[in-house]
């Protein structure tokens, strides 16, 4: 079962969606790849994730405050294995920095796999905590992000990664 709250936050209203194991999604205001809630339930304090919700929610709210750069709530986000290697990998690009989609297709082993990877980015259940956002074109241009590019200028300025 998947229970959700609402979270407000200086890129809009966040859906944040959880099971008892773990966060299994933030999605934004018109994101991009949500399915929707059906079949979700409204979280309240005697739900089973409700840890979890409420754990994610003052973390985001100290990483929008600049008081967080490491993230640190239990996931359960659904994907094949391909993409769970792809946000496995996410994870490791520190708070301030960038790659591009080729380094991390490269680092990931399989350079040629470049529009396979970013597609796997770009349906990263969790933006932010798995920080999707510091995935920039290689001209150092913001291209693509499933909750819209100005979010993911706003992120990447709120950490000081300096973008095209």
């Not at 993409?83 to 991390?104: C, D, K, M, N, T």
């Not at 932010?128 to 291209?143: L, N």
Request: aromatic share 10%; proline share 4%; with cysteine.
């Amino acid at each position: 079962m998947i229970f959700y709250i609402e979270h407000p936050s200086p890129v809009g209203r966040l859906l944040l969606a959880a099971t008892e194991q773990g966060l299994s999604g933030i999605y934004f205001e018109e994101h991009k790849h949500f399915k929707g809630k059906d079949g979700w339930q409204q979280a309240s304090t005697a739900s089973p994730a409700w840890k979890h919700l409420q754990a994610t929610a003052q973390q985001l709210d100290e990483y929008f405050s600049g008081q967080r750069t490491e993230f640190d709530v239990a996931l359960d986000m659904s994907g094949t294995a391909f993409q769970r290697s792809v946000w496995q990998e996410l994870s490791a690009i520190p708070f301030g920095a960038s790659v591009s989609y080729a380094q991390h297709a490269q680092k990931l082993g399989n350079p040629k796999a470049l529009r396979a990877v970013g597609s796997a980015i770009g349906k990263n259940p969790v933006s932010i905590i798995v920080p999707c956002h510091r995935v920039i074109g290689s001209s150092g241009a913001v291209t693509g992000y499933a909750g819209g590019v100005e979010r993911k200028r706003f992120l990447l300025a709120l950490e000081g990664v300096a973008v095209n």
